[in-house]
């Protein structure tokens, strides 16, 4: 291929990610970041190859977007504004040995250049000047083969039927925008509280970090805690904690190892047609002054925990579309998921963009869909991205986004269940009540035993 075309090529596989400045919109993942990371990873070509190294880079976040796709379908539509040039079309060896070259560094540095919560200007995801994230850990199933098999465990179900492979992916994620600030994954082996232990060294003082029940083990609270970051983690309501003092609110301080936490339990009922349900939930918590960090409103944030469940739902589900990760390699399987994420956490860019140009828009918003069907249009029709061209394609995201803003939040009445199972004998689906109800939500504190 000549290099007229090379370079022609690149400037249509950077469309999505490296868009021209236009004014507020920013650069996503441009070519001198690409750059940076291939000449600090020393993933540079030392020749000019039918798929260079910087291509290679922008092929794997567009396959990220076109998962359903082979690679050298995702290569035909990088192409597709290159029409008037007669390309080589590579081989899937080619594009196969083209990744190999490149390896997970460039991608997982990549990824830690484009991580943190997306800069925005709306109230979301902040509470009492503390920055709120959430941390939680998925399953992601991977390819069955031997090499893969080296690393990864199969999933052992009751029935003993083995699935695929599974691999663990624990996030530490923004609230309000949804955006990562830092993954780690691995073998599902390897528990939530250990992928937890790592993502620590990402926590801030002034950040409050929500977790679930699993995260309430004391010593991994004690190491969280460590960090300067508060905490504000469910924990099983039989658990016994001695309260050491009683604040007027009604809730309790106890010790936790060496930490000192206050204790909050509350009943939560919602109420709809269909008739009304309590649950208890008891939250720990550093902020232990009930004067500034009042109870009642740290319930109702523990329920922005859901924001990191809805992020893997969008990765596992809208982008991947429930499907096995392609790569057949270990190495290719860490090569896949920082491109899946780094191109996650571009369009997550390109929605806060989008919901910050039109103040009091709150980025909840945002349609995750939209972005991505826009994001992929645009890969394909960048056909005008050649040299003196400015092509608007975040700016073209965000208009969609903006013109199918989702509507206000309903709120949550039903519990997490399996839709769609691994086995057709294990599935609910009958049993699922798909109705939308209006409800109410009320909390009651309950105070503890003098």
């Known amino acids: 291929m000549e290099q007229a075309a090379i370079t022609r090529m690149i400037g249509v596989a950077g469309g999505v990610f490296a868009p021209g400045h236009i004014g507020e ?4 993942v441009p070519f001198e970041m690409v750059d ?25 976040l567009a396959a990220a977007l076109f998962n359903e796709l082979g690679y050298r379908q995702v290569f035909d539509r990088l192409c597709a504004g290159l029409a008037d040039l007669p390309l080589l079309r590579p081989s899937g060896s080619a594009l196969r040995q083209a990744r190999q070259r490149l ?13 943190g919560p997306a800069a925005t200007n709306a109230a979301a995801g902040r509470w009492r000047g503390l920055r709120v994230v959430a941390v939680d850990g998925t399953l992601l199933p991977v390819s069955d083969c031997p090499a893969n098999l080296a690393v990864f465990t199969r999933q052992r179900l009751g029935n003993g039927i083995s699935g695929y492979p599974q691999l663990r992916l624990a996030a530490l994620v923004a609230c309000g925008t ?3 600030i830092a993954a780690v994954f691995g073998p599902a082996t390897t528990g939530e509280l250990e992928y937890a232990r790592r993502l620590s060294e990402n926590l801030r003082a002034g950040m409050l970090l929500l977790g679930d029940r699993n995260f309430a083990a004391a010593a991994l609270l004690n190491q969280l805690a460590a960090t300067g970051a508060d905490l504000l983690v469910r924990c099983k309501s039989g658990r016994n904690l001695p309260p050491v003092a009683r604040c007027c609110d009604g809730s309790v301080l106890a010790r936790v190892g060496a930490l000192t936490v206050r204790v909050i339990d509350a009943e939560i009922t919602i109420r709809t047609a269909q008739g009304t349900r309590t649950g208890h939930y008891r939250l720990l918590t550093t902020l232990t002054d009930p ?3 009042p109870a009642g409103e740290l319930i109702r944030l523990y329920h922005e925990r859901w924001e990191i469940e809805t992020a893997y739902a969008e990765l596992k589900s809208t982008m991947l579309g429930g ?5 057949r390699t270990p190495d290719g399987i ?8 780094t191109a996650y956490q571009a369009l997550r860019t390109a929605m806060t963009d989008a919901t910050d140009s039109v103040p009091g828009t709150d980025p909840d918003r945002a349609g995750f869909t939209t972005a991505l069907s826009c994001a992929r249009d645009q890969l394909v029709l960048a056909a005008g991205v050649i040299t003196g061209t400015t092509i608007d394609l975040v700016g073209t995201i965000g208009r969609h986004v903006l013109a199918h803003l989702l509507p206000q939040r309903r709120i949550r009445t039903k519990d997490r269940i399996v839709k769609r199972a691994i086995s057709k004998y294990n599935a609910r689906g009958p049993a699922i009540d798909r109705t939308t109800y209006k409800a109410t939500i009320s909390i009651n504190m309950l105070t503890a035993n003098p």
Do not use: C, N
């Open 25 to 28: 919109l920013t650069r996503i």
């Open 36 to 60: 940076e990371v291939l000449a600090a990873t020393g993933a540079v070509q030392r020749r000019v190859r039918l798929v260079p190294a910087r291509v290679t880079v922008y092929l794997l």
């Open 103 to 115: 390896g997970p560094a460039p991608m997982k540095a990549l990824f830690d250049l484009v991580s």
């Open 178 to 180: 949804r955006s990562v």
């Open 291 to 293: 004067a500034t960090h």
């Open 323 to 327: 499907r096995v990760l392609r790569a």
């Open 334 to 341: 860490e090569q896949e998921v920082w491109a899946l994420l």
